[in-house]
């Protein structure tokens, strides 16, 4: 049975801007939702970037499964969540010198949401406090 993957945001109650930003590859049975950080500057344009960063790396399998990792933790997961783990990191760092490079995005920030979906084993990895759901 092939499934595919659709998103949808909404602004909710608390904020006038909706600083979501969500990402879909459905050739990779792989999504991402992000919400840029309420309140702090360029939410949205952290939320966009981490996105935009993570579907390029699974598009075009742009990174080791396996990178450095003093502690050993990301030796004892599967090939699968240490790709999404990696590919979070590099779009962390990537977003992290973007707002080093213009004093304008100093301090921006996003939570992280994704899952990829690979012989019947779904991995989801998050970041901040947003949150998955299993629904049955």
Known sequence: MEVEI????????????NED??????????AVVCDGMGGHVAGEIASRSVVETLLNLYENDELE?????????????SDQARFLVNAIRIANTRTFLMSEADSRLSGMGTTVVAIVINDGLATV???G???AYLIR
């Open 125 to 127: 990895c998050h970041v």
């Open 21 to 30: 930003s969500f990402g879909i590859l459905n050739s990779r049975r792989f």
């Open 65 to 77: 499964t396996v990178a450095g990792d003093s502690s050993g933790v990301l030796l004892q997961l």
């Open 6 to 17: 659709v998103g949808k945001t909404d602004v909710g109650i608390q904020r006038e801007a």
């Open 129 to 131: 406090d947003s949150r």
